[in-house]
């Protein structure tokens, strides 16, 4: 028993740092869980794990539950991550940076392997179900901050209105894709103004 925690332990250390390292900041902030990068990059990046713990589990103890165990393991590491970084150090609203659901897809691509027993049909059929489930999985969590609201004359997201309320300075600039309006979020306590007014033009 001892042993399983240590490896439970060891997998959700490896999973939480390869996972924060790669897709992490679209799987921080709520206002970055948009249409668009969010949906590509973290079913991309959450599916390597979950596979690779997969296979040891299938072919050392002909057990299907790998994928189940590495999302386990990465929600509790991203909660414990959550509460006391950002709730325990800052007091940011921890409704603000609550982790991507991965179970679903998780429990998919388990499911698939068990029944087909193939690694070949699990890589076809179980990721396309892991990238297919995840942005309905979570659509209940993200949908009200999707909401049209206007700001001084400025229609946005209620996403996008919590960026401008709580600024993140230490957030780098560079991983944003480069839009009009872009640094507005951050305010000018990030970029000078100069930059700002550049950006806003047209």
Same mark, same amino acid.
């Given at each position: 028993?001892?042993?399983?925690?240590?490896?439970?332990?060891?997998?959700?250390? @490896?999973?939480h740092?390869?996972?924060?390292?790669?897709a992490?900041?679209?799987?921080?902030w709520?206002d970055?869980?948009?249409?668009r990068?969010w949906?590509?990059?973290?079913? +991309?990046?959450?599916?390597?794990?979950c596979?690779?713990?997969?296979?040891?589990?299938?072919v050392n103890?002909r057990?299907?539950?790998?994928?189940?165990?590495?999302?386990?393991g990465?929600?509790?590491g991203?909660?414990i991550?959550?509460?006391?970084?950002?709730?325990?150090w800052?007091?940011?609203?921890?409704?603000?940076?609550f982790p991507?659901?991965? +179970?679903?897809p998780?429990?998919?691509?388990?499911?698939?392997l068990?029944?087909s027993?193939?690694?070949?049909?699990t890589?076809?059929v179980?990721?396309?179900?892991? @990238?297919?489930?995840?942005?309905?999985n979570?659509?209940?969590?993200?949908?009200a901050?999707?909401?049209?609201?206007?700001?001084?004359?400025?229609l946005m997201?209620?996403a996008?209105? +919590?960026?401008?309320?709580?600024v993140?300075?230490s957030?780098?600039?560079?991983?944003?894709m480069v839009?009009?309006?872009?640094?507005?979020?951050?305010?000018?306590?990030?970029a000078?103004?100069?930059?700002?007014?550049l950006?806003?033009?047209?």
């Open positions: 028993m001892g042993l399983l925690v240590l490896l439970f332990f060891a997998v959700l250390g @490896g999973y740092v390869h996972f924060m390292l790669t992490g900041d679209w799987d921080f709520v970055w869980k948009d249409r990068m949906p590509t990059v973290v079913p +991309i990046l959450g599916v390597t794990f596979a690779a713990t997969q296979a040891f589990w299938w103890f057990l299907p539950f790998g994928a189940v165990f590495a999302a386990l990465l929600l509790l991203e909660w991550n959550r509460y006391v970084n950002f709730w325990g800052t007091y940011f609203p921890i409704s603000l940076v991507s659901a991965l +179970i679903v998780a429990i998919w691509l388990d499911v698939i068990l029944l027993g193939s690694y070949v049909i890589a076809i179980g990721s396309l179900g892991w @990238g297919l489930l995840f942005y309905p979570n659509w209940p969590a993200i949908a901050f999707h909401q049209a609201t206007e700001q001084h004359g400025q997201t209620l996008d209105l +919590i960026g401008f309320h709580f993140r300075t957030m780098p600039e560079y991983i944003r839009e009009r309006g872009t640094l507005r979020t951050f305010g000018k306590d990030v000078p103004e100069g930059r700002i007014r950006n806003l033009q047209d």
